[in-house]
């Protein structure tokens, strides 16, 4: 793998590609139909897009209005069902197209929110795993004076994931019965 900048440390630059090798992934994975879709948001979310749709309403009711002025037949008169039938489709078509391309968008979050979690995890278990070694060092190095700590004994290992989450919701339930929350 080719390095990104001299200037970044390797742990860096393997963080980097990891990340990059998810959203690519993430890519990679959608099909042709999802990435059509994903340019088409992109499209509609443009500013320049959003300019348009205001010159068409006006272009379309002036048309509308100057062939009446003319004396021609107008395709759509006052009170131009067609324009608002054309908008009301665009608009459940843009819906759509945002709507899908969110649903792609979260999975990629949650992705990341998963990988963000087991790393938090692994950390944590390293720093109970070093606070361990610590104190198994203290305890055993003559040049140290050894006495008990209860926090740093606690510390010293690491928290189970599922007892965190379920204290975490009761703690949550009581606030939000008391009327803290």
């Known amino acids: 793998m080719k390095a990104l900048s001299p200037t970044l440390p ?7 590609q990891a990340i990059a090798r998810l959203h690519a992934e993430h890519h990679n994975q959608a099909s042709a139909t999802e990435h059509v879709i994903d340019r088409l948001t992109s499209i509609i979310g443009s500013s320049g897009f959003l300019g348009s749709i205001p010159l068409f309403v006006a272009a379309w009711i002036s048309l509308n209005v100057s062939l009446s002025a003319h004396g021609y037949g107008a395709f759509d008169p006052p009170p131009f069902s067609w324009l608002v039938g054309a908008l009301a489709l665009l608009s459940v078509c843009m819906a759509t197209l ?20 087991e790393v938090s995890i692994l950390a944590e278990q390293k720093a109970a ?8 060092l203290r305890r055993d190095s003559p040049n140290v004076r050894d006495r008990r700590d209860t926090e740093a004994t606690a510390m010293a290992s690491s928290a189970e994931p599922q007892a965190v989450l379920e204290a975490l919701e009761a703690t949550h339930q009581e606030m939000i019965k008391d009327g803290e929350a």
């Open 129 to 136: 795993k070093i606070i361990e070694l610590l104190e198994e």
């Open 10 to 16: 390797q742990h860096v630059e393997d963080t980097v």
């Open 98 to 117: 945002i709507l899908t391309s969110q649903r792609r968008a979260d999975r990629l979050a949650n992705r990341r929110d998963q990988l963000n979690l």
